[in-house]
């Protein structure tokens, strides 16, 4: 392979002096040494403001929204209103977690985003434990996850399921087609990053398309035949939904609502991929905030009116029967144009693994650069030619296979209890442990203003440990299991974390020599 590693990267363990234009931390947390050094980044600034707002929209918009649809429905027993307000709120507390990141956004840059904002406000050990969760845990199980469901809709509307038998779920022919996507996928992002771009840019248009139909659609068309108001008074029963009393029946509508708000919580995965990009954004300290905030309103306006469209557009129980979606859409536009639409989910899910397999890229690249976890010097090696880190993409595409398997499993009706509820826990860990870096807004951010430093953290602290009681509430031991494994893929990290910054200092990050460091006097760059 031939790469720029030799071009100005310090080897492993290795400072150099400072050049021109060092992008620095600003306070790298208590006892925490500061940068003596630095290190290229070799990731040019190629990507612009409607780039970082089509990874915003389009990489949370995808899968999710489609099959935790019909979960939400179910687990509601079919009252509308605790739908609703699963994806309102649920929305609401993502989007406090995103608004402090853009704050964070626009005062600290270096290369890697969450690790960026983790190292300024806790320190760089934690900054450590929270790129490798993300390049280990969180991003290959949501991409591994992605390839799943994408497989899955494909395999629905094919037809497969109904014509030979094919169980969408968990079948070989799923998987297969799952490993296919996922290769395909990465082997776009390795080779041209642009049309990686293109797609995840067209992909998010496309996607939106379903989703505003079926909104306004479903709820004029549901209205004026009575099926919406039908809805609203359908009276769920245990039998009929096969969730138990537990969840719906009786006067469950609290319990009801813990699991339709953890539901959510997938479906809200992948506003952060953007900032991952931070150090390719150009004049990312404006851009990434206005994608972030603006990305999310966006996000939840669309997922409710959806909600409220699919909820309008058929009865309660052919909506939360297998393949519920597609009848919905045939229901609502003729089995043709129902097809098509369905086409464009297709097209939706591989947006979102599209932007999920960069961000998966690009979490263990920022480990790597900063001369921590297993071998740097080869992991941050970048492509001359594609500038992408080759090395980095090969190890990430296998950490999505293993957490494929871990969902293949959980799925399985065979292994029950073997696994975990991958959708549910990993993402709220992921939540959790912003915990630390907004309470460092809160101590150590003195010049923002008291909105900024006190109470939109306190907010979005407050969403996460809601969101922490609701899953423990809802998956019991099975937290348990996964914090179990939690611990020890983050023990295996911490032995293999190695790097300078252990020995005294961690390498400062210089922006790559063809590209302008950027201060904010970058002139304003082309939306695309």
């Known amino acids: 392979m031939t790469t720029a590693a030799a071009q100005g990267a310090a080897p492993h363990g290795a400072t150099t002096k400072a050049g021109a234009g060092a992008v620095g931390v600003t306070g790298t947390g208590a006892g925490s040494p500061a940068p003596t050094g630095p290190v290229e980044n070799k990731l040019q600034r190629k990507y612009g403001l409607l780039m970082a707002m089509c990874m915003v929209v389009g990489t949370v918009i995808g899968s999710g929204i489609f099959f935790r649809n019909e979960q939400i429905i179910t687990i509601a027993g079919g009252r509308m209103w605790i739908g609703v307000a699963a994806w309102v709120i649920g929305g609401l507390i993502t989007l406090a977690s995103a608004y402090v990141i853009s704050v964070l956004a626009a005062r600290h840059e270096r290369v890697g985003g969450l690790v960026d904002y983790s190292e300024a406000m806790v320190g760089q050990g934690y900054g450590y434990v929270f790129g490798w969760f993300m390049a280990t845990i969180f991003y290959p199980s949501m991409t591994g996850i992605l390839a799943w469901v994408t497989a899955r809709f494909t395999v629905e509307l094919l037809d497969w399921d109904t014509r030979f038998g094919v169980d969408s779920t968990y079948s070989a022919e799923t998987y297969a087609l799952a490993l296919f996507y996922l290769v395909m996928i990465f082997t776009l992002n390795g080779l041209s990053p642009r049309l990686s771009e293109k797609l995840q840019v067209s992909g998010t248009f496309i996607k939106v398309v379903p989703l505003i139909l079926m909104g306004v659609v479903g709820l004029i068309v549901g209205l004026v035949n009575g099926v919406t108001l039908d809805n ?297």
């Open 232 to 528: 609203l008074q359908f009276i769920a029963h245990p039998e009929t939904t096969g969730l138990g009393n537990r969840i719906v029946g009786g006067d469950a509508s609290s319990s009801a609502f813990f699991y339709a708000l953890t539901a959510t919580v997938f479906a809200y995965v992948g506003w952060d991929c953007v900032t991952n990009l931070n150090s390719e954004i150009r004049n990312s300290k404006r851009n990434l905030p206005i994608a972030l905030c603006l990305g999310m309103v966006i996000i939840m306006a669309i997922y409710a009116l959806y909600f409220v469209g699919v909820f309008s557009a058929a009865p309660v129980d052919v909506i939360v029967a297998p393949g519920g979606t597609r009848d919905a859409f045939t229901t609502l536009f003729s089995p043709v144009a129902g097809t098509v639409l369905f086409v464009f989910i297709v097209i939706s899910c591989i947006g979102t693994l599209n932007g999920l397999t960069v961000a998966t890229q690009r979490s263990l690249y920022a480990v790597a650069v900063r001369g921590t976890g297993p071998r740097p010097d080869v992991l941050s090696e970048v492509d001359e030619r594609t500038n992408v880190p080759h090395n980095a993409t090969t190890l990430s595409m296998l950490f999505v296979a293993a957490w494929m398997v871990v969902n293949a499993l959980d799925l399985n009706p065979n292994f029950p209890g073997f696994t975990f509820n991958v959708t549910n826990l990993i993402p709220v860990a992921f939540a959790a442990l912003f915990i630390p870096v907004f309470i460092g807004v809160m101590v150590k951010e003195r010049t923002l203003g008291t909105f900024n430093r006190y109470v939109a953290p306190a907010f979005a602290i407050l969403g996460v440990l809601f969101l922490m009681f609701t899953v423990v509430y809802n998956e019991r031991w099975a937290t348990a299991w996964f914090l179990l494994v939690f611990a020890v893929i983050t023990g295996v990290g911490w032995l293999l974390r190695g790097g300078s910054d252990r020995q005294g200092g961690e390498r400062a990050i210089t922006p790559s020599s063809t590209t302008s460091p950027d201060d904010g006097a970058l002139p304003e760059p082309s939306a695309n």
